[in-house]
């Protein structure tokens, strides 16, 4: 009787077993079951979210079909007509530096320097380039924000020197704010970066001739009447050079 009653309890235990582990074997099946219906959920989202939104060939490619349709209304000086559609093309992208750039430019023409001035400072800030920083002293010199100017320029030319427009203009700003040295050394750079531009050489002999330097002026009128021989105002200033040292 005993060995039915053993058998009987271990046939009920394995039962109980079996019965429990097919509770947890199916308890696991629904958890997997359930967890690959998330992940499949999370996909199916993550496929909504890139359908809703453009690829980034698409943005890109809408981005520049803005710009350029406003660069069209630009080149027509159609201003506020292009005016929103830069605007749009920057807030889609915010690091766009030619939308900037536009605008900055767009309101210099404007003559609305100080909006001209948020833009190149914003492009000053995106990208460390020669242009933007003379752009920006150029906005800041129209305001007679004269020392900001030459900080500006000063940045624009310690990343290129080979513009002579460019040391040119921060000649003449040191000359406004009465920085005879600097200013007479930034004219004469432009001058050997602009060795044909006889409206900068009689600028430069009339700074030689304001300090007083007459022998400095003489060398160069005589190079723009070799290059204009009919030029009567550097005829006229070699001329009272000349009255001036033989009076002395």
């Not at 060939?57 to 520049?64: D, N, P, S, W, Y």
């Amino acid at each position: 009787m005993l060995p039915w009653i053993l058998l009987i309890a271990s046939a009920a235990g394995l039962v109980f077993l079996f019965l429990r582990r097919l509770r947890m074997t199916r308890k696991d099946l629904v958890f997997q079951e359930t967890l690959e219906k998330e992940e499949d959920e999370l996909e199916e989202a993550e496929m909504e979210e890139k359908r809703a939104d453009p690829e980034p060939a698409e943005l890109l490619g809408t981005i520049r079909k803005t710009f350029l349709k406003a660069d069209t209304h630009l080149s027509r000086n159609e201003h506020e007509e292009a005016e929103p559609l830069l605007l749009a093309v920057i807030e889609a992208d915010p690091g766009h530096l030619e939308a900037h750039h536009k605008l900055g430019l767009m309101f210099m023409k404007r003559g609305d320097f100080p909006q001209a001035e948020f833009y190149f400072s914003k492009l000053v800030n995106l990208k460390q380039d020669p242009v933007y920083f003379s752009n920006l002293g150029a906005a800041l010199y129209q305001q007679q924000r004269l020392v900001e100017a030459a900080e500006a320029y000063e940045n624009a030319i310690a990343l290129d020197d080979k513009r002579g427009e460019r040391l040119q203009s921060l000649g003449q700003v040191y000359y406004e704010l009465g920085e005879d040295d600097k200013a007479l050394h930034y004219f004469e750079c432009a001058a050997r970066r602009k060795p044909k531009d006889v409206n900068l050489k009689l600028i430069l002999a009339d700074y030689y001739e304001r300090l007083g330097r007459l022998a400095d002026a003489v060398p160069v009128l005589k190079e723009i009447l070799e290059a204009e021989p009919y030029n009567d105002e550097a005829k006229k200033k070699l001329k009272a050079i000349g009255k001036a040292g033989a009076a002395l």
